[in-house]
């Protein structure tokens, strides 16, 4: 199970967003997607931390074990979305978390 | 550019069946796994089955087993969803998805939406 939070986050353009996706047991395979409304989610990151193709560098991926974090580094007015994390770990199922909404304050 | 588009979404009655399918381009479509997705509107994802290139593995969610029924046409491109025993809990947007090593979606189509009601 992936346990994302907070549920929303109100924040301005230009500030630092900080999101986070827990796991119930450890895993090594985490990856993020950014999902904007009538959308298909969009691939940020996999392998915890490496940054797809196209992926603008103020995107960051980090942890480990259970605990896991997407940064923006600075907002902007395209980064408001909702993002997902997605664990990869067992191969036989992936899991995804429940999403984080990142809005404007 | 991979281009993923979905079809044969729809309306139908719960314990009908449908088959979603998936046109890709762009890529050597016989080297890569492929997966579909869904989404209930509003809510989160949920991977729903995935299968390698040659069809040799084939994942299911657990939700899913026995109903549904992941297929390939390599030689056209398509990936498809066979859909059977639908209840009102499958009503979701499905996305296909190219599936990297059977593990992440690197790119998705648009969805489609089915709607199982009476």
């Known amino acids: 199970v992936l346990t994302q939070s907070p549920g929303t986050l109100s924040l301005s353009p230009g500030e630092r967003a900080t999101l986070s996706c827990r796991a119930s047991q450890i895993i090594r395979k985490l990856a993020w997607y950014q999902q904007k409304p009538g959308q298909a989610p969009r691939l940020l990151m996999y392998?915890?931390?490496t940054r797809a193709t196209g992926i603008p560098e103020r995107f960051s991926g980090s942890g480990s074990g259970t605990d896991f974090t997407l940064t923006i580094s600075r907002l902007e007015p395209e980064d408001f979305a909702v993002y997902h994390c997605?664990?990869?770990?067992?191969?036989?199922?992936?899991?995804f978390g429940q999403g984080t909404k990142v809005e404007i304050k | 550019e991979v281009h993923l588009a979905e079809s044969g979404g729809g309306l139908v009655q719960p314990g009908g069946s449908l088959r979603l399918s998936c046109a890709a381009s762009g890529f050597t479509f016989s080297d890569h796994w492929m997966a579909w997705v869904r989404q209930v509107p509003g809510k989160g994802l949920e991977w729903v089955a995935n299968m390698k290139p040659d069809g040799t593995m084939i994942f299911y969610v657990a939700s899913v087993k026995g109903r549904f029924t992941i297929s390939r046409d390599n030689a056209n491109n398509l990936v498809y969803l066979q859909m059977s025993g639908l209840r009102a809990e499958d009503s979701a947007v499905y996305f296909c998805?190219?599936?990297?090593?059977?593990?992440?979606?690197?790119?998705w189509g648009q969805g489609t939406l089915v709607t199982v009601s009476s």
């Open positions: 392998g915890v931390s």
């Open positions: 997605q664990e990869y770990e067992f191969g036989v199922s992936k899991t």
């Open positions: 998805a190219r599936d990297v090593n059977g593990g992440y979606f690197d790119n």
